[in-house]
């Protein structure tokens, strides 16, 4: 998680009048800063190259030769750009934080335009420190992407232009047009046909609340050049020329995202999309997550002529990165939010207990695999409310710091329901709400319960996952940004009562689109090839509590979250109707 300190956007003025209320921009984050880090790869072969000296006469330089891939990790707060060496290792890396925007209160936005330059700065200072290592661009054989899930763009299909902000995947804005959708009499056939729930999580939804509030998308609908697409697809667009020009498609595990697909065609289905009312929307063509011809080259900049050839949401991208090939294996990812997946093999599994069924991955020539997932709406965007809006920490790796100064909560119980509650509760009129503050509590309890909330949710994920497969895990790969501090972690373990295994390199969902787009190309042609990428200096964190202790916990926790219920009514019209 990073600093919210930051520069303005250097976008033209235009596009920001355009997108944002003077009250949006009033409440926005930050713009976006970087940071750059690098690590020193193998370099078995050494080429000369020819650079001038400062009388201008060429002179030999010695270039590092090796095979490289490549991948964007474009993410809820930042994007990052990773260059790793074949052992999985990163080589160089650069990070960029970008604007939030808040125009109301449950809505959250971004600027199109500032997702993509934050991803260009990040190619730039990467590749620029990559040559600087003396490294050589032309042996970086491909380049994947992995993105942010459910986030939902459109544009103009003629001109390429944005017609509204992105509507972000925690945005709850269409929290009584869902309320709604579910009292139709064809709502119950929904999770069998996409394997998701109505909920305010989806794009589908969130690309309805546009055709219906934005008179622009109206409009383009109408005049039949409304293109849509989730992250991954407007990057891939602009990435590869853009308008008349860009490559238009996604992958299965974006697409599986969006309430459009059937989960076992993994393609459009006519019921989804007449019920959504999207019909004549231009839909992006879904492709393997892996393949060396479907997703282009990159159009212009230091890759110009680079291939695209790996796509994967990012949580089917830390699936892969953590080599959670199996049926069986599982990992959860601490970011913004929370998401443990767990593969389910190549048939979907329909959860029974308030999972979710999506695509893990779908490697060109190969059965897809599925998995059950369990996603938590706010886990490091909790901390980033104790930085930025509470002030009660100055940097957010210090959460881990301040919660240890106590042995517990205190009796302090935060249900972090800023964007309702995810799986397995699916109840959007919860809000975050604190239990249990009496005259003892300080802030380093509020700091442990806001730990505990992320852990808890967890807790209620794995449970429900044990009852859908019928196996209880006994151990849990996780990464992410929380997954850094060892207090964190080490409450996940006690509060399982299961081993949390972490890798000592957490940049596993880059690294799992840069596997994709590595497979394409034959930099790997198996996944026992990878088999030791990442395997070393692993740390395990083994549970420290009784089976009692946990069961009391987690027992008042399931007692707040029944309290949190029925905050929002969702019972009155939208304002708009």
């Not at 009388?55 to 990052?80: H, L, M, N, W, Y």
């Not at 599994?349 to 060109?364: D, H, P």
Request: net charge neutral; proline share 4%; charged share 20%.
């Amino acid at each position: 998680m990073g600093s919210s300190k930051s520069k303005s956007s250097a976008m033209p003025s235009r596009r920001h009048t355009f997108f944002r209320s003077a009250s949006s921009v009033a409440k926005a984050a930050p713009a976006s800063t970087s940071t750059s880090t690098s690590t020193t790869a193998p370099a078995p072969v050494k080429a000369k190259a020819t650079q001038t000296d400062k009388s201008g006469s060429p002179k030999p330089v010695e270039r590092k030769r090796g095979t490289f891939t490549c991948a964007i990790d474009q993410g809820t707060t930042s994007s990052r750009f990773i260059i790793f060496d074949k052992s999985g290792t990163p080589v160089v890396s650069h990070q960029v934080e970008f604007e939030q925007l808040y125009p109301q209160s449950g809505w959250i936005e971004h600027d199109p335009y500032e997702l993509l330059k934050s991803v260009n700065l990040c190619i730039e200072r990467a590749t620029e420190a990559f040559k600087e290592k003396g490294y050589c661009l032309e042996d970086i054989k491909a380049m994947g992407i992995t993105n942010q899930r459910e986030t939902t763009i459109v544009w103009d299909t003629v001109t390429g232009q944005p017609l509204y902000n992105a509507i972000v995947w925690s945005d709850t804005r269409t929290s009584r047009f869902v309320h709604e959708l579910r009292k139709r009499d064809d709502a119950d056939k929904l999770r069998e046909l996409c394997g998701l729930p109505l909920s305010t999580y989806p794009s589908s939804v969130k690309l309805a609340w546009m055709l219906k509030h934005v008179p622009a998308v109206t409009a383009a609908h109408k005049a039949g050049r409304l293109s849509f697409g989730t992250v991954d697809t407007w990057l891939l667009y602009n990435l590869t020329g853009g308008a008349g020009k860009g490559v238009y498609v996604t992958d299965p595990s974006n697409a599986s995202r969006t309430m459009f697909v059937n989960i076992k065609t993994l393609e459009y289905d006519e019921f989804l999309l007449d019920f959504f009312g999207v019909k004549g929307v231009n839909l992006p063509k879904i492709v393997p997550s892996s393949d060396p011809d479907e997703y282009g080259v990159i159009a212009e900049g230091a890759l110009a002529g680079t291939r695209i050839a790996g796509c994967l949401g990012d949580q089917s991208a830390a699936l892969v990165g953590q080599q959670a090939f199996s049926p069986g294996m599982a990992k959860n990812t601490y970011g913004t939010g929370c998401f443990l997946l767990y593969n389910t093999g190549t048939e979907p599994v329909i959860s029974k207990n308030g999972l979710l069924t999506t695509v893990g991955y779908a490697f060109k020539g190969q059965k897809p695999v599925y998995a059950l997932e369990g996603s938590i709406a706010v886990a490091g965007s909790a901390v980033k409310f104790l930085r930025d809006n509470l002030g009660m920490i100055k940097h957010s790796h210090e959460i881990g710091e301040l919660a240890a100064k106590v042995e517990n909560s205190g009796g302090v119980v935060f249900v972090t329901a800023f964007s309702g509650l995810f799986a397995p509760y699916w109840i959007d009129d919860a809000q975050g709400t604190i239990f249990g503050m009496t005259q003892f509590t300080t802030r380093e309890h509020i700091a442990r319960a806001t730990i505990d909330a992320v852990c808890f949710q967890t807790r209620a994920i794995l449970d429900a996952m044990g009852r859908d497969s019928g196996t209880a895990l006994n151990a849990l790969a996780v990464d992410g940004g929380m997954s850094n501090s060892d207090v964190c972690m080490q409450i996940q373990a006690d509060i399982l009562g299961l081993e949390i295994d972490r890798p000592q390199m957490r940049e596993t969902t880059a690294l799992g689109a840069a596997i994709a787009a590595g497979f394409a190309v034959n930099v790997w042609s198996s996944f026992d090839e990878l088999k030791h990428i990442n395997k070393d200096d692993r740390t395990t964190f083994w549970p420290k509590t009784t089976v009692a202790s946990r069961e009391q916990l987690y027992k008042n926790w399931q007692k707040a979250v029944d309290r949190s219920r029925a905050w929002v009514d969702n019972s009155a019209k939208d304002d708009d109707e």
